[in-house]
């Protein structure tokens, strides 16, 4: 299936308005999983464009750290997936890498204590990846009701 984000943000024009009607013919044409599939990245695209109006500085934050995306991919995840997305507001995507001084360790710093101990293994399952997620969008307290 093709993918349907392209969440480029462009500083002087804002972001991309999301084709609602492209995922609109794929949904129509794609079986129950294709469906489920199309209706969260639709949740995913209005979520966004709602966010931005709200707050014109708005980021896309990766919760699966791009600096570890190559053991992602071993793991068989594709931090790109819009699951592992949550667009927010440019003061607290600093806060989270730690530029705000709120949070010690920052997301990253987190994400690599507990990689490490894992990093030659190729079978960490995407539960375990998942899981340690949870902990970490709770205790950052993001406001991200899909893991929590």
């Known amino acids: 299936m093709e993918k349907a984000l392209d969440l480029k943000v462009e500083a002087k024009d804002g972001p991309k308005e999301p084709n609602y009607n492209w995922i609109k013919r794929q949904w ?3 079986d129950d999983a294709g469906k489920a599939e199309l209706e969260d990245q639709y949740d995913f695209l209005s ?3 709602r966010v931005y109006r709200a707050y014109p500085k708005v980021h896309v934050h990766h919760l699966l750290p791009r600096k570890f995306i190559r053991w992602f991919e071993k793991q068989g995840i594709d931090i790109h997936d819009h699951k592992y997305l949550l667009p927010i507001e440019e003061g607290e995507h600093y806060d989270v890498h730690g530029r705000g001084k709120i949070y010690d360790p920052d997301w990253n710093a987190k994400w690599w204590k507990w990689i490490e101990p894992r990093m030659s293994r190729t079978d960490v399952s ?10 970490l969008v709770r205790g950052f ?8």
């Open 28 to 30: 129509l044409a794609a």
């Open 47 to 49: 979520r966004f464009a």
């Open 126 to 135: 995407r539960d375990e990846i998942e899981n340690f997620l949870r902990q």
């Open 141 to 148: 307290q993001l406001r991200d009701d899909r893991w929590k």
